[in-house]
């Protein structure tokens, strides 16, 4: 578990009540996003500093132990000296031989490559975003870049420029390069933040966090291209107060869409199940969070878990799910200082 408190934390969840048991913390500067490596013998983070970094570090099989083993600068500040400024993701790519980050301060995207033995080197290829800026934005800000199913292409959400960015990487030279289509365009203000796959591997779910709303996508990944379905709210109809949307997740089975809304303090569920992976007429369930500032949640490998990362009130708050991906808070409160990633190993 990563954040903006003293480092990143290993807990053990017990698997039949939720509860969480801490093992171990390793200090690290603003660890504020985890990803793992295919096998999950090597944990990455990014540490959102000011010249922002990467780390990674070896996991242990027996107990979920980390040992910082290599650090690199999250992008090269060769022709941009601020490229790696405010890192605030980072995503193995599916070929296993890159870590891709973003740096919201820094305006750019980074392709770190990762080493036999896990570790990183020197970023090969940093991307900063320029162009036209969305409403009240005087910059660029990656916000998550990843690789599509099929390793083909990367996708990079920008929520400074509204814009979905898609490239494709030469894995041999670690280089991106605008995709046949190079962006779509997001609603004006609209904040595109993360995004999720649904398992089928055509449907893209863009979670917008200014907006308040989730675009669904068909993805076309022998053209690389992306075409609206529709566009859903993530707040009641009635809702007048802060909108800010963070995470987007699908159930490992494909049958339940989640995001998480801050300030309406709420995890807003959407059955895939009952109307399909473009979600079309599918009517949301919302979940208190029972904390303040929903930046994360995530769901346990069984699927029989949630839980959710309330940054402004420290703490990580666990909900069953249920067949019908419906949650219920099941009495699990645990302190966290500022929580910002949840992984499972």
């Known amino acids: 578990m990563g954040g903006y408190g003293a480092g990143i934390y290993t807990r053990l969840m017990n698997t039949r009540t939720g509860k969480l048991t801490q093992i171990a913390l390793n200090a690290a500067p603003s660890p504020s996003w985890l990803c793992f490596n295919k096998n999950k013998t090597v944990l990455y983070a990014i ?68 080493n036999d033995d896990g570790s990183l080197g020197p970023a090969t290829d940093t991307i900063v975003h320029t162009g036209d800026y969305g409403p009240g934005q005087t910059q660029a800000h990656p916000h998550m870049t990843v690789s599509d199913p099929s390793g083909k292409y990367v996708i990079s959400q920008d929520l400074g420029q509204d814009r979905t960015y898609i490239y494709s990487l030469n894995e041999s030279t670690g280089k991106l390069t605008p995709g046949p289509t190079p962006f779509v365009a997001s609603q004006s203000g609209s904040g595109p933040r993360h995004l999720a796959f649904h398992p089928d591997g055509i449907h893209m779910y863009s979670i917008c966090e ?19 379905q529709q566009t859903i709210s993530t707040l009641p109809e009635d809702y007048a107060g802060r909108i800010q949307c963070s995470e987007i997740q699908v159930a490992a089975d494909g049958d339940t869409v989640y995001a998480a809304n801050r300030g309406f303090d709420s995890i807003v569920a959407y059955s895939a199940r009952d109307y399909g992976a473009s979600l079309a007429g599918t009517r949301p369930r919302w979940t208190w969070t029972r904390g303040q500032t929903p930046r994360h949640f995530t769901l346990d490998p069984t699927g029989k878990f949630l839980l959710s990362g309330n940054q402004d009130s420290n703490n990580i708050v666990t909900f069953s799910v249920n067949w019908q991906g419906e949650l219920k808070y099941e009495g699990e409160f645990f302190a966290n200082t500022k929580p910002a990633c949840i992984l499972f190993l």
């Open 210 to 228: 200014l907006g308040g709303l989730i675009n669904v996508y068909f993805w076309n990944p022998d053209t690389g291209s992306l075409l609206l």
């Open 47 to 114: 540490n959102e500093i000011t010249d922002g970094t990467a780390t990674a570090y070896r996991v242990n099989p027996d107990n979920g132990r980390l040992t910082l083993f290599s650090t690199q600068p999250c992008a090269s500040t060769a022709e941009v000296a601020t490229a790696a400024r405010g890192p605030a993701h980072a995503s193995v790519h599916a070929s296993g031989n890159f870590l891709l980050t973003s740096q919201y301060g820094g305006a750019s995207i980074g392709v770190l490559p990762i």
